[in-house]
């Protein structure tokens, strides 16, 4: 080893030299990039600010959008990347309406490609997009949102049972629902999804698997053995894997003309349909595509969701006059005692309650930027055109914050028949995205968020421990509560209601 730095001692003047001008020329190809737009002059070689992103996420993008405040972006270097952050809610339109081949890739997550794979419905546009989107519209359809909603109900009161117990069990001491939610969430995700196709063992793999990509999510992209990405990268293969099965068998009963009972049945019943009447398979319809589509949907709705469901918690303590009014609204027309399941009508009833759960989406969007990759440049501004491998990052929550009447304060009226804020403003209100990648599922997001709030106040009484910095924004990856909401629970209701499918 010692003989082998000696024979290397000549040449170290001019591999320092090298190395130098490689620094030089990356600073360089990153001034030309940034112009005169707002952001660090000076970042480090190949991490850049990836440091500071990791370890204070909520602070780094608090800098973003500060820095953002005049031209409405900013940019920054992030492990070798250019990135634009967009603040400005016309600008994001902008990114919105342009993903094609000649523009914009959405990419979901800065190294989503090569942690999701390659058949992903994020990265599609187009007419196979259009198809595609086609093809899973009849998962979302009245009748399949009804059957959802029962099984959601179900599986919500029997967590917030055991959440009561578990607070019961330490009188005075707080849980944090944080990651209670997340079970109840991910259960909610499996057996709406793909229900009886999971055995138990089934779902305890997979409750571990999705846990290691949470994990990666947030960590350094270094694809090497031992590292969380690479560990939630083989992760997500694993449940593709599991997926395509549960795919396979539901198919078979849908041949056999058995009446659907969850998502993936519904997909496969306009699939063996569409395969009756032209007897050829619809495309993108094969196990590992429809796999990787079913991730794309439990991605979209496992994170989100919870975090909408923590701020749930913590903004209805903090309002106690809207708590009181979603009380009254579901004693109106729901009743625990009555063990029946809520309907559809029932929920349509509930307009106050639907208003605060768009406000708490508005006011805390879950998924606060969504990355897109520039695939050529692009005129950004008359002035400033994004250069081609650029990762963008439109900002859903500073849209949130612009247009809204009095948008700092948490106001669940401006949805009402009054004011209809969410018409007016629509264009600012870009939680479920816009243009042609616009969440397809939100009604189901909706219909969860609805359902959890109802039965939450109306089963349980809660009281908010609160501390200093408990509701600052954490990143996790989706935004929470800082503390990770903690609560007390106690029952609320004479007794917790019987709810079945009959």
Not at 77 to 91: A, S
Not at 146 to 168: D, F, G, N, P
Not at 424 to 447: D, E, S, T
């Amino acid at each position: 080893m010692f003989s082998f730095l000696s024979s290397l001692s000549p040449f170290t003047p001019f591999l320092a030299t090298l190395f130098v001008l490689i620094l030089l020329l990356e600073q360089i190809s990153y001034l030309r990039k940034k112009r005169n737009v707002p952001g660090p002059n000076m970042v480090l070689p190949f991490f850049g600010n990836a440091i500071p992103l990791v370890r204070e996420p909520t602070r780094f993008w608090e800098i973003q959008a500060d820095l953002a405040s005049s031209l409405g972006f900013s940019v920054n270097y992030i492990i070798g990347r250019f990135i634009v952050f967009i603040r400005n809610t016309e600008l994001s339109h902008l990114v919105f309406a342009n993903v094609r081949p000649d523009a914009f890739l959405l990419v979901g997550h800065p190294f989503g490609k090569k942690l999701f794979g390659e058949h992903n419905l994020i990265y599609m546009f187009g007419q196979d997009h259009k198809d595609l989107r086609r093809q899973i519209a009849p998962n979302f359809t009245p009748r399949a949102l009804s059957t959802y909603t029962a099984l959601q109900q179900i599986i919500i009161l029997e967590h917030l049972k055991s959440w009561e117990r578990l607070s019961s069990e330490s009188p005075g001491k707080p849980i944090s629902l944080r990651l209670l939610a997340r079970d109840m969430n991910l259960e909610t995700s499996q057996t709406v999804f793909v229900g009886r196709y999971l055995s138990n063992e089934a779902r305890d793999k997979f409750r571990d698997d999705y846990n290691l990509f949470n994990t990666g999510l947030m960590k350094l992209p270094f694809d090497l053995p031992g590292f969380a990405f690479r560990n939630a990268r083989l992760a997500v293969e694993r449940l593709v894997e599991a997926l395509n099965d549960c795919a396979a068998q539901s198919k078979k009963r849908m041949f056999q003309g058995d009446e659907p009972s969850c998502l993936i049945d519904f997909w496969m019943q306009e699939t063996v349909r569409e395969i009756a009447e032209s007897k050829t398979a619809p495309p993108d319809s094969s196990g590992d595509e429809i796999g990787s589509y079913l991730f794309d949907f439990l991605f979209a709705a496992q994170d989100a969701s919870t975090s909408s469901l923590l701020w749930a918690v913590s903004l209805l303590d903090s309002h106690p006059d809207v708590l009181r009014r979603v009380r009254e609204e579901v004693s109106s027309i729901w009743s625990p005692e009555s063990d029946a399941l809520i309907n559809a009508e029932q929920l349509r009833e509930m307009k106050y309650t639907q208003a605060v759960a768009r406000e708490v989406i508005r006011y805390r969007p879950p998924a606060t930027l969504v990355p897109h990759i520039a695939m050529k440049d692009f005129p950004l501004t008359e002035s400033y055109t994004i250069p081609k491998g650029t990762i963008l990052f439109p900002s859903v929550y500073e849209s949130s914050f612009q247009g809204f009447t009095e948008a700092d304060r948490f106001d669940p009226d401006r949805f009402s028949e009054d004011r209809q804020e969410e018409v007016i403003f629509k264009r600012n209100y870009l939680a479920f995205g816009a243009g042609p990648h616009q969440c397809v599922g939100q009604r189901y997001a909706l219909n969860h968020l609805v359902l959890f709030i109802t039965m939450f106040v109306t089963v349980l009484d809660f009281k908010r421990h609160q501390t200093d910095g408990c509701d600052e924004i954490m990143y996790c990856p989706t935004i929470c509560p800082r503390d990770g909401c903690s609560v007390s629970l106690s029952r609320r209701c004479s007794r917790y209601p019987n709810l079945s499918l009959n």
